[in-house]
Structure formats: C-alpha cells, structure tokens
C-alpha cells in the first residue's frame, strides 16, 4: 500500500486488546448517505473491539483453527500473500512482533476469526460512527485540525515498522482507528455501488439493480473516503499489508466498556 | 470346503460392504476440491419448493449463477430475461446441461413461498433453474466470494452489480459477464467450451 501508516502516538493505558467496548449508536451522517435521498443512516447499538486484532491474537486463533493457517486456508478465501509475513505458519519470527496488529489477513479470515468469538466484522457505519470521534467529542469530523491531524498520518510514508496497537483511546474508550491500519468491515463491497441503472439505453451502464444514484457526501472528509475507495478497490481474498481489522457484535450490558 | 466358505464369505463381504463403498467411489467428488472453488464455502440454502441443500451439491454440473431480490423493479426482472437469454443461445443439446441459480441478497422478503411465486410467474424451467435464499450472514459471504457488489438501503431497495457468474463442474469462476438486457456472445462461448470440457 502506498498509505503505510505509522503511529506516532504514547502507548498509555493499553486496555485489554480483547475488550469490547459499548457505542450508542444513532442517526448519523456517513460519508455515503443511507438512500438517494442523501438520509443519515442510523446505527443501532452495538460494541466493537477497543483495539484492533494483533498477531499474537490471530496466531492463537490459526493454532486453534488450523484450516485457517497459511498453507492450508484454500485459495478462494486467501490469495497467497496471506499471512507471508510471519515466519511460517504457526510462527510469528522475530520481525513480527505479538502486539502489532495482525496484517496481510483477508477478509473471509477476518471474518472467521470474528465468527470464532461470536463477533463479526462491523459494519463500515459502525465503524465510521466509532471513527467520527477524536478524544472528547463524538463527532470531531467538521474541525479542520482534526481533519488534518488524520491526514498527517495517512501521509507517513510507506515501509515503516508497523507499531503496535494501544494508542490513545477516543471518546467512545475506541483505539488505533486512524493512524496504524486500514480494516476490513463486513459491507467492504457495498459501499461505492452507486450507479443509476435505470437507463436502459445504455446497456453498459445497467450495472446496478435499485433505487438511484447515491453520490457521496462530506467530499472534503478525504481520510475517510481514502478509506471507502481502498477497501473497495479489493477482493474478499486479497490481503495487503497495512490492512486489519477488529471484530464487532451486538451491544450487550455485560461488556466492559462504559461510555465516558 | 475352507475355499469355499472363503469365498462365500468373500461374496458375502463384498455385497454387504458395496453400498457404504459404493457412494464415495461413484462419487468421484472423492477428488479433492480445487483451491479456487467456490464450493470451499459451508453454506446452506432453501430453494423456491423450501428444499434445503448445500451450496457445494451443486458441483458436477456447470452453473449459471447470480443474485437478485424479487422486490427489485428495474434491473432484477431483465436479469431473469438475460439469463433466459443465454439459456437460449444454447445448442438444444447443452441447454439442459447448464444449471441456473439465482440467489436472493433479501432473504427477509424472499421466503421460498415470494421464490416460487416469481418461479412461477416468470414460468421458469424446473428442470434447470433454481431460485435460492440463505440466511443474512451467508449472503454478504457468497456476494463475496462472486465478486458481486451490494448496498441494501434505508428504503428496502438494494443496490447492487448484475454480474452473470459461470461455475465449472467443480464451481471454479471461470467467466463472468455484467451485461444485462443483451446476449454475452462472450458467455456463451465460455459455457459452451466448459460444457464440451466436462
């Protein structure tokens, strides 16, 4: 990936990478409205993983799930890169450290992993909505130092060690959404299917079934949409070195997490 | 006599162990499944009669795959008639070799009694045409796996990429068109090559 993210930040407070954490949800205003119509879409409440999966995490997982390490997984659910950069299959190397967040993963393994701890893969409005927040407000989006503090990251210049996860956590107690790695979300090939299929004059154009064209919002939010267009340039096999992810389920009162 | 018994016993083996053996043998699927197919997904699916079966009981024979959502008004009706299309196109020979699936991305409104009712109103051929739902999960998985593209949204309707997916036998992505309303001389080509091959 040209955007190779580096983190620049304290490691403080490192909560326990395995907690999740409880967001409201609510009407929000995603980048990619909910309808033609340009509506806000509503999040319903769920938790997401404070931190993003680490290495040591999905080696625990391959370990336990062996059809899932590299060698065995078959190629349709993980093209060859997967996983190459540890030194094999059941071994991190002294290159990869345990607390670094776990890479070079597709997304039917991102999502296996979420599955195997009755998760998912969150959805890219949850995701958003949790992404929307800078240390003490919900939603920091329209402040253009926060824009650009995004930005800076996403400029660091690729082939820089991968640091690990732990970053400061944002209003909602979430870490490392911006700044470390790109993640998979569950609706990774949905989200710039927009087109008017309706005219029947062009047949090339008749690509996509239902309502009109969806335009996107928010065009200045550019670390945001750098992030809708990566993930949909890929295929549910392809991995890519700067690409995680972090698991999501439905909020329930018995999570760790407390709003603040 | 010992020989004799022997070779009873042999009979007797023999016609009592053939029909344990005899499954796997025929079913040739004893082969291992190719790296790149699409059959590697675990996935059950109810067809438009609510008959239940596995995604990967479709190998051995080509298929014609796509997805859709009954309730769609636009682009979803001329899916059916571009598939009908290609069908078609066929040597009367091969049309009945060639399987056509049609999965739902709304497995909410598409019950199988909403499938049979569109099977029926579009008079499709049971002999060779299947439509399909799985639950919610599965369908972001297969979507993905075709290389299909979908964005339900907040009125019900779904966007989503009109691709035409041809499995082999073995259910190996081996052409894929996205034109709709027209015949894919191209798809045809490749479904008749795939037939010949099997």
Known sequence: ?260 | MNIRRSALQALFTLIVALPAWMPAAFAGEAAALPDDSVYHLDMHLVDQEGRPFHLADRRGRPQLVSMFYSPCPYVCPLIIDTLRMTQRALPASDSSKLDIVMVSLDPERDTPARLKQVFGERKLDPATWTLARTEAPNVRKLAAILGIQYRVLKDGGINHSTSLLLLDANGRIVAQSGKTGELDADLVAAIERTLAAD
């Open chain 1, 1 to 260: 990936m040209m955007f190779r993210i580096s983190l620049l930040l304290l490691t403080v407070g490192v909560a326990n990478a395995a907690d999740y954490v409880n967001l409201p949800g609510g009407r929000f205003a995603s980048v990619l409205p909910a309808d033609a119509t340009g509506a806000d879409v509503d999040v319903a409440p769920f938790a997401m993983r404070s931190e993003p999966v680490t290495n040591a995490e999905f080696l625990a997982f391959v370990q336990s799930h062996p059809q899932w390490q590299r060698g065995r997984v078959a190629s349709v659910f993980a093209e060859p890169r997967y996983l190459m950069h540890w030194q094999s299959a059941q071994k991190l190397g002294s290159d990869v450290l345990p607390d670094q967040p776990v890479t070079q993963v597709s997304w039917f393994a991102a999502q296996a992993f979420c599955e195997s701890e009755g998760a998912r893969l969150p959805l890219w409005n949850e995701w958003e909505f949790a992404a929307a927040a800078d240390a003490t407000r919900a939603d920091a989006r329209n402040d253009p130092l926060w824009r650009e503090q995004i930005l800076a990251w996403y400029a660091q210049p690729a082939g820089k060690t991968l640091a690990t996860v732990g970053g400061p956590a944002n209003f909602y107690g979430m870490r490392d959404l911006h700044g470390l790695v790109w993640e998979w979300v569950d609706d990774f090939n949905a989200l710039l299917v927009a087109s008017d299929s309706r005219d029947q004059n062009d047949p090339d154009r008749l690509k996509f079934c239902g309502a009109g064209a969806l335009n996107l919002r928010d065009r200045d939010n550019y670390a945001v949409l750098m992030r809708v267009a990566m993930l949909s340039s890929l295929k549910a096999a392809d991995t890519t070195n700067s690409t995680g992810f972090r698991c999501a389920r439905a909020a329930t009162p018995s999570s760790q997490g407390q709003l603040p």
